[in-house]
């Protein structure tokens, strides 16, 4: 597989936020939102063996583990790696965009699916039918760059009935949308969702690396 970064943190965001975690970071995306944090992952990063990788996240110690990119779904032996981690006793999340069936991951992960809004430029790439199977463990993210895509996450999570079959976390572009805003917003409306910002942009700097 190809890695860009495998590092300990908190936790950054999700309903897991400020949990000690075990990042790995595959390399390559097919999407370019606009807004996207992680450009740096599209290139580069070096072939590791599921041996190699596993081994290091034993090193690391902490046994909470998120796959990330990137799009980790593009990585073939990406679910092979989440089954080993899961019989090493790790808790795997898999952080992943809407546009990739997530059939072929083993049944114990949990799947952090972040749908794409109009103002990341990729919306047209969404698979709804993925909303269909997320579970009470599962999460469906919306980040949003305005109020147009705040109004756009609130049809979709009343459309497929989010509230209840899911965590759903409404994500303000960080630097870009006040959060304020969007706790006006939901308040407003009474979403049934969590606002969910990024730990680690106000922990250490925004633009900050293996934190």
């Known amino acids: 597989m190809r890695i860009t970064e495998i590092y300990t943190s908190i936790q950054g965001e999700t309903q897991y ?6 990042l790995v970071r595959t390399t390559g995306c097919d999407l370019r939102c ?16 599921l041996d ?29 790696l989440a089954g080993r981690l899961l019989r090493a006793g790790c808790r795997v999340m898999i952080e992943t965009s809407g546009a990739h069936p997530l059939d072929t991951l083993p049944e114990a992960v949990v799947r952090v699916i972040d749908m794409k809004s ?26 949003l760059v305005d109020e147009a895509d705040y ?7 009343r459309e497929h009935e989010l509230a209840g079959r899911a965590e759903v ?5 960080h630097g870009r949308l006040d959060p304020k805003r969007v706790v006006e917003w939901m308040l407003r409306d009474r979403v049934p969702a969590r606002l969910n910002l990024q ?3 106000y922990i250490w700097e925004p633009e900050a690396r293996g934190v």
């Open 52 to 80: 190699q990788i596993e081994a290091e996240v034993a090193r690391l110690g902490v046994p909470l583990v998120l796959l990330t990119g990137g799009e980790p779904m593009l990585q073939r032996e990406l679910p092979e």
């Open 151 to 157: 109004r756009w996450a609130v049809e979709v999570i």
């Open 199 to 201: 730990l680690h942009k």
């Open 17 to 22: 936020a400020g949990l000690p975690c075990t």
């Open 169 to 173: 976390l409404l994500s303000p572009v």
């Open 118 to 143: 109009p103002g990341s430029g990729e919306s047209h790439r969404n698979r709804f039918d993925l909303l269909r199977g997320v579970r009470p463990g599962d999460a469906v993210k919306f980040v």
């Open 34 to 49: 606009g807004y996207c944090d992680s450009a740096f992952a599209f290139h580069g990063g070096k072939e590791m063996t």
